[in-house]
T-cell receptor, first 110, second 114 residues
Framework: QQPVQSPQAVILREGEDAVINCSSS?????VHWYRQKHGEAPVFLMI?????EQKGHEKISASFNEKKQQSSLYLTASQLSYSGTYFC???????????FGKGTKLSVIP | NAGVTQTPKFRVLKTGQSMTLLCAQD?????MYWYRQDPGMGLRLIHY???????AKGEVPDGYNVSRLKKQNFLLGLESAAPSQTSVYFC?????????????FGPGTRLTVT
């Protein structure tokens, strides 16, 4: 079952913050976050494992709420380079297969 | 290191034609995957492999076949192409170590079936 991402799209001005959510109806083993720029391949950002550990990557961080089966990606002080589509990928059984959400398109404008 | 490479980058097929997409990785990764990406649908897993000589079906396997004869290569075949298979195809690989298994993606193949 495909995880649900929200919002579907968001427009930010440089320096603003954003939160992207990823929800699953099934118990999760791990959640991956990827960013894809137009016409390019998805690029790995971070992985969240069971236990609610928060990970960070520059000014991008994420959390994993095991009780809610939800992960959130936090982008702070956004830069133009953050523009792209963000995908979460969920792994339910530790099988290393990922099911991706439909993506959240983030546009950062000057 | 080249990472993950895909051949070809673009292809146009007529309905009923066949073709093979090649994915190669030089990172000694055990796991390899084929995805298709359609507008508004995200990435959907077609087939995957957990090691040389093994393959398994993903979410949308119908109309595709795969083979992994060598650890570094993963082939995706379309025996009789259909317009519904028009898509961007991405290959990915991962090295399962500890609790990390991030996937590294190739640049993609844009396939159009007319």
């Amino acid at each position: 079952q495909q995880p649900v991402q929200s919002p579907q799209a968001v427009i930010l001005r440089e320096g603003e913050d954003a939160v992207i959510n990823c929800s699953s109806s099934k118990a999760l083993y791990s959640v991956h976050w990827y960013r894809q720029k137009h016409g390019e391949a998805p690029v790995f950002l971070m992985i969240l494992l069971k236990g609610g550990e928060q990970k960070g990557h520059e000014k991008i961080s994420a959390s994993f709420n095991e009780k809610k089966q939800q992960s959130s990606l936090y982008l702070t002080a956004s830069q133009l380079s953050y523009s792209g589509t963000y995908f979460c990928g969920t792994d339910w059984a530790g099988s290393y297969q990922l099911t991706f959400g439909k993506g959240t398109k983030l546009s950062v404008i000057p | 290191n080249a990472g993950v490479t895909q051949t070809p980058k673009f292809r146009v097929l007529k309905t009923g034609q066949s073709m093979t997409l090649l994915c190669a990785q030089d990172m000694n990764h055990e796991y390899m995957y084929w995805y298709r990406q359609d507008p508004g649908m995200g990435l959907r897993l077609i087939h995957y492999s957990v090691g040389e000589g093994t393959t398994a079906k993903g979410e949308v396997p119908d109309g595709y076949n795969v083979s992994r004869l060598k650890k570094q290569n993963f082939l995706l075949g379309l025996e009789s192409a259909a317009p519904s298979q028009t898509s961007v195809y991405f290959c990915a690989s991962s090295y399962v170590r500890g609790q990390g298994h991030e996937q590294y993606f190739g640049p993609g193949t844009r396939l159009t079936v007319t």
